[in-house]
């Protein structure tokens, strides 16, 4: 069983950046597509970018060209680069492999950014 632990979130200003950090413990992710998703209040987690095992990439629509996701399969780690930073970002932030077959969700880290 993989355990996930999200980090780097916090308080920014729009126009500003931040860079997540997602540490899997338990077992290795290098061969698992990874995404990172977010959950706004009232509103259905999404998924905003997503990283396959050879390193392909995929943003939604609404971070395409301001979001960057990576990884580090030495460190067992994902990453997430969120530049541009608007107040619709705010949201909880978590990573995961594919929702149906979800690993026990991190508690998330929590990015807010005040206009």
């Known amino acids: 069983q993989v355990q996930l632990v999200e980090s780097g979130g916090g308080l920014v200003q729009s126009g500003g950046s931040l860079r997540l950090s997602c540490a899997a413990s338990?077992?290795?992710?290098?061969?698992?597509?990874m995404g990172w998703y977010r959950q706004a209040p009232g509103k259905q987690r999404e998924l905003v970018a997503s990283?396959?095992?050879?390193?392909?990439?995929n943003y939604a629509d609404s971070v395409k060209d301001r979001f960057t996701i990576s990884r580090d399969n030495a460190k067992n780690e994902v990453y997430l680069q969120m530049n541009s930073l608007k107040p619709e970002d705010t949201a909880i932030y978590y990573c995961?492999?594919?929702?149906?077959?979800?690993?026990?969700w991190g508690q998330g880290t929590q990015v807010t950014v005040s206009s």
């Open positions: 995961n492999r594919g929702v149906i077959l979800a690993w026990p």
């Open positions: 338990g077992n290795s992710i290098r061969l698992f597509w």
């Open positions: 990283i396959s095992s050879g390193g392909s990439t």
